[in-house]
């Protein structure tokens, strides 16, 4: 059964500070993984797609890489600013079962200026 | 602009009523789900359906029905026999969800938050 572990739970850092969040997984037969950011009270924005054949994707400030034979996934944030305090979800997407999709917990992050 | 629009945004129930949440895209996707959020237990898969006129459960489908009816909507309705409603409800879509590329790439409503009086 596939996992996704997220570490830490929560976390603050000072503005300008880079974020660095984990996910972890425990199958690597993934079709691809997603990062999310969720603000309180809202829905879930995509951030960031990686396919399995990729290493990592870049949009702006955000960097993700994906190490499949390990079953990590990094979101990097650099310069943190508090407009991105959020709480960020990776999700992975495998080829069996019913529920082919698996979330982490979050990363709940704040940003203090 | 294409999305997913979950209506209402709050709603109240009162025990022993059975609720419609309701959820459109208009992405053209095939695949449509919907999840409960509560807190510290992340997301937990309600329903899903991968064509028009199918649905299977999730692993907490209990309390719960859907009808896939067009491929633009899946609505969920919240039954009394749901003995702990009070949640945050997301519906997501998909292009596909039987793999390849475009496998299980999620696009969220905004949500629908119930709370039981």
């Known amino acids: 059964k596939q996992e996704v572990t997220q570490i830490p739970a929560a976390l603050s850092v000072p503005e300008g500070e880079n974020l660095v969040l984990n996910c972890s997984f425990t199958?690597?037969?993934?079709?691809?993984l997603q990062w999310f950011r969720q603000d309180p009270g809202k829905g879930l924005t995509s951030l960031l797609l990686?396919?399995?054949?990729?290493r990592e994707q870049t949009s702006g400030r955000l960097n993700a890489s994906l190490d499949k034979s390990s079953g990590r996934s990094t979101l990097y944030i650099a310069a943190s600013q508090p407009g991105d305090s959020a709480t960020y979800l990776c999700?992975?997407?495998?080829?069996?079962?019913?529920?082919?999709?698996?979330f982490g917990k979050g990363n709940q992050v704040v940003v203090i200026p | 602009d294409g999305g997913i629009t979950q209506s209402p945004k709050y709603l109240f129930r009162k025990e022993g009523q059975n609720v419609t949440l309701s959820c459109e895209q208009n992405?053209?996707?095939?695949?449509m789900y919907w999840y409960r959020q509560d807190p510290g237990q992340g997301l937990r898969l309600i329903y899903y359906?991968?064509?028009?006129?199918?649905?299977q459960k999730g692993d907490i489908a209990e309390g719960y029905s859907v009808s896939r009816e067009k491929k633009e909507s899946f609505p969920l309705t919240v039954t009394s026999a749901q003995k702990n409603p009070t949640a945050f409800y997301l519906c997501?879509?998909?292009?596909?969800?039987?793999?390849?590329?475009?496998?299980?790439?999620?696009?969220f409503g905004a949500g629908s938050r119930l709370t039981v009086l």
């Open positions: 997501a879509s998909s292009p596909h969800s039987t793999g390849g590329l475009g496998a299980n790439v999620l696009t």
């Open positions: 199958d690597s037969a993934i079709y691809n």
């Open positions: 990686i396919q399995s054949s990729q």
């Open positions: 999700a992975v997407s495998f080829p069996y079962g019913n529920n082919r999709l698996a």
């Open positions: 992405l053209n996707h095939d695949a």
């Open positions: 359906s991968q064509i028009v006129n199918d649905f």
